[in-house]
């Protein structure tokens, strides 16, 4: 628990009407890049608040960085850098002058880092907040995060409103001046490539729960699509093999460990494989993910059905 | 840091008190002296010290503190309420500080500023008064400083902490001017109708400012203590709902 | 030493570092003695995780491909004919399975999937000689 930048045990939050998160179980080391992903309104940003003290959980309970969320909240926020999603500051000052007012909260603030980056990011630092076009303003709150010397940063859609030069400045940034030195960054997003470039690890979330963490190395190196024709064919799985989609005779599987071995069992079944082929991270997500919507025709309801209760 | 962001968040609401409360009193000092001195004639002493003691009532007393809980509740329209407002609450309650501290801190800026302005208007009154009646008769309207400033933080601290539960100034504003009106004239309504004497603020204002000027003898301090406490008990109303809100 | 990985492909970025650091090594383009960039320096020119960087040069350097000296600098190891030979067929094993269970996946008979490795061997062989012509050449 101590080593993991965050932790949680079945975290809940409910909302009138909504169970926002729904007993959320994370785990994410030190040191390492960890991909937050789920679809709009999955419970990312709930989760985020709660872990930075914005809002209580209804249950459950989590650490970051060591401290406990709630009890020890100003010890987490002391350490903590974080890039809201409406990146929003105060109108009036301008980033001269949110900088000036930041960086007294923090010991290890370090100016070089603040004339470094307004340098790189070219932001015009005496031009009030609310005069700056939207990627001017993401590029302020994230010179305000990254000069805080924080051992974790958590960002919530950090890439709005970023050109791709100073996305990919940015990413090189996160790389070399924050993992390289072995602190750790928590980027929620569901823009999938900026974060299948820098995560070492990714955990999915859908409707408040996650539906996957691992390493990313170990998903790619592991999961697969399996295409198959043939007759009685597995349709219920094991907890290692979903059925994806059915039509008549073909079928889909996304298989999570020991591809080879299901695909020669099918095989010696008598069965066509047709491809078993390697995943991206974009397939992975919307493979998971959509189990609740129609893929094919047919077969819905079964198949919906027997994603989910393999899932739980 | 948070200090200065209150101060010049505060700058404009402040300008105007600070220069119109000690002029108005100067005013009315002014309009006392000529109309009671009128009245009362180039006289002995014990007019003089009549003068005083009638400016250190009724201009202190009544113009000043009035005027002193009308700015107050203006300029209480801040704090962390507005941060809800300007949606950069998100980023203020990220910062490492308790929500106590923003609270406070907020309110201590503006008690400072009222404290000052008080201070001010007693100050061109006790000038005045020196200078309409050529010497210094006694120093206690000075002490009037204390009443006023209670007062003004009473009135400060209603809209500051409505401000902080409507998580907008302008509401907590209205919702503010609205009590205090209530507190103006339900205790004048319930004296009139009822016989029944409730706690005002502008009351306690005035009765203490007639305490120093010697027109009354009975010392408020069942009043000092009532609105000392009520005071500090609304920012402690404002932390209390402020730890508890969800961004 | 210049790399390319495509985060978007279902091969893991290490595996695909590791995979070109060997093919320039088996091409001549890097030889025993040449320097790596540091993990920090390639981490941050490919925009991926140093974790990611150091996995591989771990990897390399555990099959010996690759040398990390007390510094902290990496070097292209010395040549792995100081492996016996049945360890170097050891480890050689599972990419041959790899290749055997693939090919017969894609329904190829073995004659096309070894002839397919043989075309494979050659244009290695065909790199290496210009290299080795262009060496010549420059001294």
């Given amino acids: ?312 | 840091m948070y200090i200065w962001k209150c101060w010049r968040d505060s700058r404009s609401r402040f300008i105007v008190p600070v220069i119109a409360l000690p002029a108005l009193c100067v005013f009315f000092t002014y309009m006392e002296f000529k109309f009671a001195f009128g009245m009362i004639g180039a006289g002995p002493p014990s007019s003089v010290s009549q003068t005083w003691s009638h400016a250190t009532s009724f201009v202190l007393g009544g113009v000043a503190s009035l005027f002193t809980l009308l700015f107050g509740l203006v300029m209480g329209a801040s704090g962390p309420g507005e941060e809800f407002k300007e949606r950069t609450a998100d980023f203020l309650l990220v910062r490492p500080r308790r929500r106590s501290y923003w609270v406070w801190t907020g309110w201590s800026v503006g008690v400072l500023e009222l404290s000052v302005m008080a201070f001010l208007a007693v100050a061109a009154t006790f000038g005045t008064l020196t200078y309409l009646t050529g010497h210094v008769q006694t120093w206690r309207p000075l002490a009037t400083a204390v009443p006023l400033a209670i007062g003004g933080a009473v009135a400060y601290g209603l809209t500051y902490f409505m401000t902080v539960v409507a998580r907008n100034g302008q509401q907590g504003l209205s919702y503010g001017f609205g009590i205090f009106f209530i507190d103006l004239l339900l205790p004048v309504a319930a004296s009139y109708y009822r016989n029944v004497s409730l706690p005002s603020v502008l009351g306690f204002m005035l009765g203490a400012c007639k305490w120093v000027a010697g027109a009354s003898r009975a010392f408020p301090s069942g009043s000092l203590v009532l609105w000392t406490a009520i005071a500090l008990a609304l920012p402690f109303a404002a932390q209390l709902v402020l730890e508890r809100a969800e961004v | 030493m210049l790399l390319h990985v495509n985060p978007a492909s279902g091969v893991p970025t290490y595996l695909q570092i590791e995979t070109q650091v060997k093919h320039y090594i088996a091409a001549g383009a890097l030889v025993p003695g040449d320097a790596l960039p540091s993990v920090r320096k390639l981490a941050a020119d490919l925009r991926i995780s140093t974790n990611t960087v150091a996995r591989a040069y771990q990897n390399l350097e555990r099959d010996g491909v690759l040398r990390t000296v007390q510094g902290g600098r990496t070097y292209v190891g010395e040549n792995p004919g100081s492996f016996l030979k049945s360890e170097r067929i050891r480890r050689l094993r599972p990419y041959a399975r790899q290749i055997a269970v693939e090919g017969t996946q894609l329904r190829l008979d073995p004659r096309e999937i070894m002839e397919l490795v043989q075309q494979e061997l050659d244009a290695l062989e065909e790199v290496n000689e210009r290299i080795g012509d262009l060496d010549r050449k420059s001294r």
């Fill in chain 1, 1 to 312: 628990m101590n080593e993991l930048a965050i932790w949680t045990e079945n975290l809940v939050k409910v909302y009138p009407g909504v169970r926002a998160v729904d007993g959320l179980s994370l785990n994410v080391p030190r040191g390492v890049a960890y991909g937050f992903l789920g679809r709009n309104g999955a419970g990312k940003t709930s989760t985020i608040r709660i872990l930075l003290g914005l809002a209580r959980a209804t249950e459950g309970r989590g650490t970051v960085l060591g401290f406990a969320v709630g009890r020890e909240q100003v010890a987490i926020l002391q350490r903590t850098a974080y890039v809201s999603e409406s990146k929003n500051l105060y109108g009036s000052l301008t980033p001269r002058e949110l900088v000036r007012f930041t960086c007294g909260f923090y010991p290890n603030w370090s100016d070089q880092a603040v004339a470094k980056y307004s340098r790189l990011f070219e932001i015009p630092m005496d031009r009030p907040f609310a005069k700056l076009s939207q990627g001017n303003r993401t590029k302020a709150y994230l010179l305000l995060a990254l000069s805080q010397g924080a051992d974790l940063l958590v960002l919530d859609e950090p890439a709005t409103g970023l050109d791709p030069v100073v996305l990919d400045e940015f990413l090189r940034i996160l790389v070399q001046d924050v993992i390289a030195e072995g602190r750790t960054v928590f980027i929620s997003s569901h823009q999938l490539s900026d974060v299948e470039q820098i995560a070492d690890w990714i955990g999915l979330i859908d409707h408040g729960r996650l539906l996957l963490e691992a390493r990313l190395d170990d998903i790619k190196n592991q999961f697969r699509f399996i295409t198959v024709a043939g007759n009685g064919l597995p349709q219920t799985e094991s907890p290692e093999v979903l059925l994806l989609a059915s039509e008549g005779n073909f079928h889909k599987y996304l298989v999570k460990k020991n591809a080879e071995a299901f695909a020669a069992e099918l095989s010696w079944q008598g069965a066509t494989v047709a491809e078993v082929s390697p995943l991206g991270l974009r397939e992975i997500f919307l493979a998971l993910v959509r189990k609740e919507e129609p893929c094919t025709s047919g077969n819905v309801g079964e198949i919906a059905e027997a994603v989910s209760s393999s899932l739980s």
